[in-house]
């Protein structure tokens, strides 16, 4: 549906920091889901850990909360702002993730006033919950 030049088109971020590769499902302000292929060749496997490579779960987190993001920039009324971090709640880890797994990253908005907004985020490989917590947004 979207692929990484279209995603920097509607959210700010950019590699090394853009950790979506697609948006494979859209409903502007309510969901988004995103894919992420996870390589052995990421950035951040350089120093977690050498030898035994898993994502950080704060790397999946803001993984969930671009996948938000683009959910809630994708209305019209909020094309060319961005969505910060307000706080994250309830968030788990279940499994580690690890390179050559796809992960599929799914942030349904389960509250919007204003410009506040809150996500029930849940993150994916094979369909097995490998993560799961409530992000904030603050758009501006």
């Known amino acids: 549906m ?3 030049n279209e995603i920097e088109k509607v959210i700010p971020h950019r590699y090394p920091f853009l950790f979506i590769d697609r948006i494979v499902s859209l409903d502007p ?14 950035p ?8 035994n490579h898993v994502m950080p779960g704060v790397i999946i987190v803001e993984a969930m909360a671009q996948t938000g993001a ?31 797994d796809t992960l599929r990253l799914e942030t349904t908005i389960i509250k ?3 410009s506040l907004g809150i996500g029930h985020a849940i993150a994916f490989v094979n ?10 947004f603050a758009i501006d």
Not at 31 to 39: E, F, G
Not at 71 to 94: D, P
């Open 2 to 4: 979207f692929n990484s």
């Open 29 to 42: 302000g309510v969901k988004a889901v995103a894919i992420k292929n996870v390589t052995a060749n990421e």
């Open 44 to 51: 951040f496997f350089l120093g977690h850990f050498p030898g």
């Open 70 to 100: 683009f959910a809630l920039l994708s209305l019209e009324a909020n094309k060319g702002k961005t969505a910060y971090f307000g706080g994250i709640r309830k968030m788990r880890f279940r499994k580690k993730v690890l390179p050559g």
């Open 112 to 114: 919007l006033k204003g």
């Open 127 to 136: 369909d097995f919950v490998v993560a799961e917590g409530e992000l904030t």
